[in-house]
């Protein structure tokens, strides 16, 4: 491809996965970009490989095209400043960032970069805005916790997402989901003040004996502090900075499993009432408003949604040499 024209080719092509953004090269006629689309599941993938560039999602690129994704990026090679409502954050090598296509963003590559990105539908998240916004706009280092589990698995499943068939893809999709949830969870618990290493200890058994037990339909508050020899008192007060109480954690916790067994791809797929019996729910029409209530969605709406996803045909690679 003649140099003149390849800083043109490769706007058009970046700024299509999957929303509209404007890219701008550091050099427009000697410049190299490669870029490979895919697909998991319902998410997008993509590897970008390029020379020294900015990349901005503006209002007007949101105005003509809201989509509304969640964007996992692993900085493989290079440098990434991310800047969205109003953070500054800069990846280097084996970092991890997070931003959204919902909110204007820059990202500026001051030298020649590589990246695998993850682009999740928000409608396929269970979290809540305040705990995107935990990790939103940031850089996260990939040293420990589940970032260092994260960070791989986005680099393999990019890496690999051609050879996967659909049933493997949907199941790899649901566990990446899975995996970033878990990090927004941690990030968050991370934020809160806390009250030393004992509350957090004790907060972290609580949590841990309460999703090993989301089946038992007895599972309570009371169940939960006579396990661990504490008052039910006390139980609520470790709680208090945790940002929701022990019922609804449960309850949370529960719909999640539901609407994570309700996503999952099989030809012998459970009822409604199957799945929502198997994690403590006893009365079918409690489970479907709280369902509803939490997703906005009814339990049956929700399952389509996410198998319709899955259906959608993949996108093909583009490159720019």
Known sequence: MPDERKGAYWRDALGQIPVPVSVVPYKEHSFRGRLVTDRIG??????????????????????????????????????TVLVQNGHEATAVTNDLFVYRTSSPSLMDHPEPFSLRMVYI????????????????????????????V???????????????VPAASGGLANTLIDLFSTLVAEQVAEKGDGDGRTRNFLV????AFIDQNLSDPTLSPESVAKAHNISVRYLHRLF????????????????????????????????????????????PTHFSRAFRGAYGLS????????LQAWREEAPAGVGAQ
């Not at 960070?151 to 499943?157: E, G, K, M």
């Open 42 to 79: 319902g998410l997008r993938v993509a590897t970008v490989e390029a020379d020294a560039q900015q990349v901005r999602r503006t209002a007007a690129h949101i105005k003509r095209s809201p989509g509304d994704f969640v964007v996992v990026g692993v900085q493989t090679t290079g440098r």
């Open 121 to 148: 539908p928000r409608r396929m998240l269970a979290l809540t805005d305040d705990e995107l916004n935990s990790v939103t706009s940031r850089v996260t280092a990939t040293g420990r916790g589940c970032a260092a």
């Open 150 to 164: 994260l960070r791989p698995f986005i680099l393999t499943v990019v890496a690999s997402a051609h050879h996967y």
């Open 204 to 207: 972290g058994r609580v949590r």
């Open 240 to 283: 208090e900075d945790e940002g929701i109480t022990v019922s609804r954690l449960i309850q949370r916790r529960r719909l999640e499993e539901c609407a994570h067994e309700l996503a999952r791809r099989s030809r012998t797929a459970p009822t409604v009432s199957a799945i929502a019996q198997r994690w403590g729910f006893v009365n």
């Open 299 to 306: 339990p049956r709406e929700w399952r389509s949604l996410r």
